[in-house]
Antibody
Framework: EVQLVETGGGLVQPGKSLKLTCATSGFTFSNAWMDWVRQSPEKQLEWVAQIKDKSNNYATYYAESVKGRFTISRDDSKSSVYLQMNSLKEEDTAIYYC??????WGQGVMVTVSS | DVVMTQTPVSLSVAIGQPASISCKSSQSLVGTSGKTYLNWLLQRPGQSPKRLIYLVSKLDSGIPDRFSGSGSETDFTLKISRVEADDLGVYYCLQGTHFPYTFGAGTKLELK
């Protein structure tokens, strides 16, 4: 059974940092392209970032809204993908989902940026 | 960025009746490989999104054949031949051809 479990969310002040972790199981993680997608309080879905596999040189891609502030990374030995979020803004408030090829999704983790 | 325009915003359908959702992209979704990376997802209340269809018309495992996807280039449609209670929720189209990937705004399917 495929599982993706996100952790690391919470309430953080603007300008601060947070790191999300997505632990996975049930598929060959080392070959997987992984994405982070977020859903705003208004329910709009927004793709955030993608990291490809080793054969694609772990290439990364970002939404313009997070480029330069967020970093996606992975640890194939732990079957985990991460999202380091720096210089957080109130508009980053959302549920953050980890996905495997858009097919499999985690349950999501809430990130609230507020003073 | 590719803009995905999804219509209608909401849809009220009786059980057993058909439903149709349109998604139009601001540019062609045909990729350099010749494939069209257009997906349809359903988010039921309180749940994570779930992919139903990929590459325009391919059903994911376990998705009933009441669902079908069609279209090409910039114009796509999701059809449900006979709506069931389990189909309620918000449907999203998602293009994965061009970075950044972009979603439609969603269509809420409700029971009449």
């Amino acid at each position: 059974e495929v599982q993706l479990v996100e952790t690391g969310g919470g309430l953080v002040q603007p300008g601060k940092s947070l790191k999300l972790t997505c632990a996975t199981s049930g598929f060959t993680f080392s070959n997987a392209w992984m994405d982070w997608v977020r859903q705003s309080p208004e329910k709009q879905l927004e793709w955030v970032a993608q990291i490809k596999d080793k054969s694609n040189n772990y290439a990364t891609y970002y939404a313009e809204s997070v480029k330069g502030r967020f970093t996606i990374s992975r640890d194939d030995s732990k079957s985990s993908v991460y999202l380091q979020m720096n210089s957080l803004k109130e508009e980053d408030t959302a549920i953050y989902y980890c996905t495997h090829g858009i097919l499999d999704w985690g349950q999501g983790v809430m990130v609230t940026v507020s003073s | 960025d590719v803009v995905m325009t999804q219509t209608p915003v909401s849809l009220s359908v009786a059980i057993g009746q058909p439903a149709s959702i349109s998604c139009k992209s601001s540019q062609s979704l045909v990729g350099t490989s010749g494939k069209t990376y257009l997906n349809w997802l359903l988010q039921r209340p309180g749940q994570s999104p779930k992919r139903l269809i990929y590459l325009v018309s391919k059903l994911d495992s376990g998705i009933p054949d009441r669902f079908s996807g069609s279209g090409s280039e910039t114009d796509f449609t999701l059809k449900i031949s006979r709506v069931e209670a389990d189909d309620l929720g918000v449907y999203y189209c998602l293009q994965g051809t061009h970075f950044p990937y972009t979603f439609g705004a969603g269509t809420k399917l409700e029971l009449k």
